[in-house]
């Protein structure tokens, strides 16, 4: 059973950093991409950045700039450094994975608050 399981979220000043972690489990395969969204109280889940197992990365616009998505294809891990942190970031995280065949695997979230 494939799991996906993040780590890092927190509580952070504004102008803060944090740094969040996914890993996948019991997979046999390498996921083509693997992306982190958020959703916020009232909001729809929108993506926040992936990056394609060819090494390609698409950012939302909120996250360029400030947002860094690197991953290990190997060990089908994903993080995502959060430079420069906003109130308006605060959300539940999910970590995203597409694998060759078949739907998407989610992870349950971790919450990042942006708060003096």
């Known amino acids: 059973q494939v799991q996906l399981v993040e780590s890092g979220g927190g509580l952070v000043q504004p102008g803060g950093s944090l740094r969040l972690s996914c890993a996948a489990s019991?997979?046999?395969?390498?996921?083509?991409?693997m992306a982190w969204y958020r959703q916020a109280p009232g909001n729809e889940r929108e993506v926040v950045a992936r990056r394609y197992r060819n090494g390609f990365r698409t950012y939302a616009d909120f996250a360029k700039g400030r947002f860094t998505i690197s991953r290990d294809n190997a060990e089908n891990t994903v993080t995502l450094q959060m430079d420069s942190l906003k109130p308006e970031d605060t959300a539940v995280y999910y970590c995203n994975g597409v694998p060759p065949n078949g739907m998407d695997f989610w992870g349950k979230g971790t919450l990042v608050t942006v708060s003096a």
């Open positions: 019991g997979s046999d395969f390498i996921f083509n991409s």
